[in-house]
Structures are given as C-alpha cells and as structure tokens.
C-alpha cells in the first residue's frame, strides 16, 4: 500500500470563529462544522471525555485543514502563541497564491502580521504571515 494523497493537517485553536474567518479570508471554503465527543473518540485520539468542535476548511483543489476547538479536556498551550518558525514542531502551511501582493493585502488588512519577505531570483516570491492564535502561513507565488 502506498500514501495516495495528504487529506488534512490539524490546527489546535481556542477561538475558532477567528481562525475560520482567517482561512476563509485567505481563500479556504468552510466545508462543513461539527462537534465530535464520546469514547470512540477519546479512544482514537488517546485523551478521555473528549468533546471538541471541528471546522473542515478546504484549498480549491480540495487540500485539507481542520480546526480543532477542545471543550474538555481543555487545550494545552504549549510555548509562546508568537513562536518563530524554527520551533519544534510544525510551524507553517505554505498556499500556493496567484497574487501575492493581494493576497497579503487582504490578510493583513484583516489583522494578520507579516513575518517577512523575500523572491527566489525570477522563479518565486514568498511571503509569511501569522494570523490568529499564532498561525503561521506562507504564500507562494511562482513567478515567470
């Protein structure tokens, strides 16, 4: 058996209405809302009495990110909300863009900060920002 594709990647939030409005701001469509809870669950993801909200978002071309609130047990912060990208762990998910300059427009004049900038000679500009509960996402743009 081999990996067909990546469905999702996981992102831990408090507040989900903000991290959902800056996913779709950058472009993701809200595919569906849920609660989740019980001891499947629990027993899946190894914690007990687990209840938590979930927002599917997805790419145009269906790439996946879920938003996770957890209700109880409660979420665990784990290092500043502002850790720089070279923390342990998974820092960043990088969008491929059409306009970088617009895109990045748009996501800061909705409250997102950027992180910095930089262009890879005439083959890519990059872009990263942070968003809400300290959301690293890195914009590309392909040049040429």
């Known amino acids: 058996m081999t990996v067909k594709r990546m469905d999702n990647v996981l992102i831990v939030v408090d507040d989900l209405e903000a991290a959902k409005a800056f996913f779709i701001q950058l472009g993701l469509k809200l595919e569906g809302e849920t609660t989740v ?3 499947l669950v629990g ?7 687990v209840r938590a909200t979930l927002a599917m978002m997805r790419t145009p071309d269906g790439q996946g990110i ?8 409660d979420a ?7 850790a720089p990208v070279n923390t342990l762990g998974i820092r960043r998910v990088m969008f491929a863009v059409e306009d970088i300059d617009a ?3 748009r996501m800061l004049a909705n409250g997102a900060e950027l992180i910095g900038e930089m262009q890879y000679g005439d083959t890519y500009r990059l872009a990263y920002i942070r968003g809400p509960e300290g959301i690293i996402v890195g914009l590309a743009e392909q040049l040429g």
């Open 76 to 82: 665990i912060r784990f290092g500043p909300v502002d």
């Open 103 to 105: 895109v990045a427009a």
């Open 66 to 73: 879920e938003l996770d609130k957890f209700h109880t047990p």
């Open 43 to 49: 027993g899946l993801i190894g914690l007990k009495d």
């Open 37 to 39: 809870e019980g001891p």
